[in-house]
């Protein structure tokens, strides 16, 4: 059935509550292209893709250990120390993310909350291996995200994903400046 799956989430979401640690943001939109002068059409001057950008002051105060800085010089030892650190502790192992765990998908991947989510019902698209985020994203990678869109219904749930009944959007943190969470 094609709602079990977001039944799953809204079930999951109830049970892990107390693991999730929301950020509040404010939605800012920003035009795709200047709707102004592009727009063959003057009197309809609807952006038909804005972006929708979520600003989190809240980040401003995030305590980080990456010193950009020793990255740029290429201090290749403590590169080689701070990799070996982040290696040793996977936050997005099935270990360290169970309490807020959903469901499997496909044989390869498992769903999960985002504990410090952004949005109600942030989730998180896992390999069961180790995968790098410096890794470009797999064939295998866009069938379980396919799978995940096809079986999923917020339309008829009780909690819809936005007020647009959206299905959501899926991002890759790739590189060690896009905000990953591991080597």
């Not at 939109?29 to 709707?35: A, E, M, Y």
């Not at 290749?76 to 099935?94: A, C, G, Q, R, V």
């Not at 994903?161 to 991002?171: I, P």
């Amino acid at each position: 059935r094609k709602e079990e799956l977001w039944e799953k989430v809204e079930r999951r979401q109830l049970e892990c509550g107390g693991y999730l640690f929301p950020i509040n943001t404010t939605p800012l939109f920003l035009p795709s292209h200047d709707v102004e002068n592009n727009n063959n059409n003057s009197n309809n001057k609807v952006d038909p893709f804005p972006f929708l950008v979520r600003v989190t002051p809240s980040l401003l105060l995030k305590d980080s250990n990456l010193n950009v800085n020793k990255i740029k010089s290429g201090d290749d030892k403590k590169n080689e120390n701070l990799n070996k650190k982040k290696e040793e502790f996977d936050p997005l192992s099935y270990e360290n993310t169970k309490d807020l765990f959903i469901t499997d998908i496909l044989d390869d991947y498992f769903l999960v909350f985002n504990r410090f989510n952004v949005v109600k019902n942030h989730m998180l698209l896992i390999t069961k291996t180790f995968a790098s985020q410096n890794e470009h994203l797999s064939n295998s990678d866009f069938q379980a995200m396919i799978h995940i869109f096809n079986n999923i219904d917020s339309k008829n749930s009780s909690t819809n994903l936005n007020s647009t009944n959206d299905l959501g959007a899926f991002f890759y943190n790739h590189g060690q400046f896009s905000g990953f969470s591991q080597p």
